[in-house]
C-alpha cells in the first residue's frame, strides 16, 4: 500500500516513521509519503487560505493548492481520505476497508475546512471517503490522520508479528477486550483472577467471553445491539 499525506503542517505526521508503523515502511509492507500542500502554491506569500463566500468566521482553504496536489498524486485506483467533523464515522470495520486499497491520498485540512469544490472534483476521478473520528472537534485532520492510518498500517500483512492478536483482538469479534493481567500474581493486594492461571484454556476462554460481554453491556451496548444474530450463544445469556 502507499499513502501520500498532505498537509500544511507535515512535520505533524512525522510520528508514521516511528515504531510500528516505521517499521512496516522499512518492511516493505507500506510506503508513507509527506507533502507540504504549500509546494502547490505559486503566490510570494505561498496562500492556501481565504475568507469564506457567504460570510462566516475563521478561513477556508483554497481550492488551486489541492487541485494541483491531486493533480501531481492521485493515480487510477487511488481512495482520498478527507478527515473532517462531517464525514463518516471511523470505525474498525472502515480500516479493515481501508487496509484492502492499493493508494490511499490523505488530504489534511485545517482553517474551517477546505473548499467544497475539491471533494467534488476529486469524486470525478477517484473514490472520496470523508471520514469523522467523532462528535469532538479538533484543529485540523492531522491528528485524525495519525489515527486512522494506525489502525489501517496494523491490518496489513505482515505488519502485526503475531498474527493471533488481530484474529483474537476485540472489535473485531464485535465484542471490547476482557481485562488483561501479567506477573506479578499479586501487586499491591490485588490477585490475578485465578481461572487465568489455571491453565484450562476452555473454562479461560468462558472466562474472557463472559467478561468481554459484561465490558461491552457496561460501556458499550450499542455493540451488542449491532452483534449478527448467531453471535451470541445460549450459554452467553447465563451471563
Ligand atoms: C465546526 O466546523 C469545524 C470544521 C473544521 C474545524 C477544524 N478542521 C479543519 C480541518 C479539519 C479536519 C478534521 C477535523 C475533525 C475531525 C473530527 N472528528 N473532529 N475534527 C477538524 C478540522 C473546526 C470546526
Known amino acids: 500500500m502507499r499513502i501520500d499525506i498532505v498537509s500544511i503542517f507535515p512535520d505533524y505526521l512525522a510520528p508514521l516513521g516511528l515504531s510500528l508503523v516505521g517499521r512496516a515502511q ?90 467544497q469544490r475539491v471533494i467534488d472534483h476529486a469524486a470525478g476521478r477517484m473514490s472520496v471517503t470523508e471520514v469523522s473520528l467523532g462528535d469532538y472537534v479538533l484543529f485540523g485532520g492531522e491528528v485524525a490522520a495519525l489515527v486512522i492510518l494506525e489502525a489501517v498500517v496494523r491490518l496489513l500483512p505482515g505488519v502485526l508479528g503475531n498474527a493471533d492478536s488481530l484474529v483474537e483482538e476485540s472489535h473485531s469479534s464485535g465484542l471490547l477486550e476482557a481485562p488483561l493481567y501479567t506477573k506479578p500474581a499479586s501487586w499491591r493486594g490485588l490477585a490475578v483472577p485465578e481461572v487465568l492461571r489455571s491453565g484450562d484454556h476452555a473454562r479461560i476462554a468462558r472466562w474472557r467471553r463472559e467478561q468481554a460481554l459484561l465490558r461491552t453491556a457496561t460501556h458499550r451496548p450499542d455493540l451488542l445491539a449491532e452483534l449478527p444474530a448467531d453471535a451470541l450463544d445460549p450459554r452467553d445469556r447465563e451471563v
Open 26 to 115: 522499512q518492511s516493505g509492507a507500506v510506503t508513507v509519503a509527506v507533502h507540504d500542500l504549500r509546494q502547490w502554491t505559486h503566490d510570494v506569500h505561498r496562500t492556501v487560505d481565504d475568507s469564506p463566500y457567504g460570510g462566516g468566521p475563521g478561513m477556508v482553504m483554497r481550492p488551486e493548492p489541492w487541485g494541483e496536489a491531486l493533480d501531481a498524486l492521485a493515480e487510477p485506483g487511488s481512495r482520498l481520505l478527507v478527515p473532517t467533523p462531517a464525514g463518516e464515522r471511523f470505525s474498525q470495520r472502515m480500516a479493515q476497508r481501508l487496509a484492502g486499497e492499493e493508494r490511499l491520498i490523505v488530504a489534511c485540512g485545517r482553517y474551517e475546512g477546505i473548499d
